[in-house]
């Protein structure tokens, strides 16, 4: 009877398809999402440079500062790269992110929505505000 029993289980097991629900065992969705909280989490704090009195230039001094050669307002809807490393606090990396998100997200709308890319916070933009315009 036990014989009987196992061999008809066995049989039950085997004549049934096998299938493996491969949207189960899908976690892609939660790795980029997680990947993307703990990008915007997961900061390096940068050391604070200590606060020296701006030396006044002479004009035969031929170094210019980023204060100096920034004449008119930047759109920062065309910008070049170089041209946003002119404004305070946008180095190479940022300047890349900027061109980086309104190519792949349009032109900015609103100063607020400048806070969308990566390494700028609202420091950030209220130090940039009065150099930038959205528009020409």
Known sequence: MLSILLLAAFIIQWSQPYFVHDALYDYSVQDSVFQ???????????????KVKPVPQKD??????KKSALTSLININTATQKELE???RIGPA???NIIKYRTENGPFKTFDEI???KRIGPKTLEKL???ITLSD
């Open 60 to 65: 035969g001094n031929k170094k210019k500062s």
């Open 94 to 96: 940022t300047a890349k």
């Open 86 to 88: 002119l404004l305070p």
């Open 36 to 50: 993307k909280l703990s990008s915007d989490t997961v900061r390096v704090k940068e050391q604070k440079a200590p």
């Open 129 to 131: 505000k009065p150099f």
């Open 115 to 117: 806070k969308n890319v």
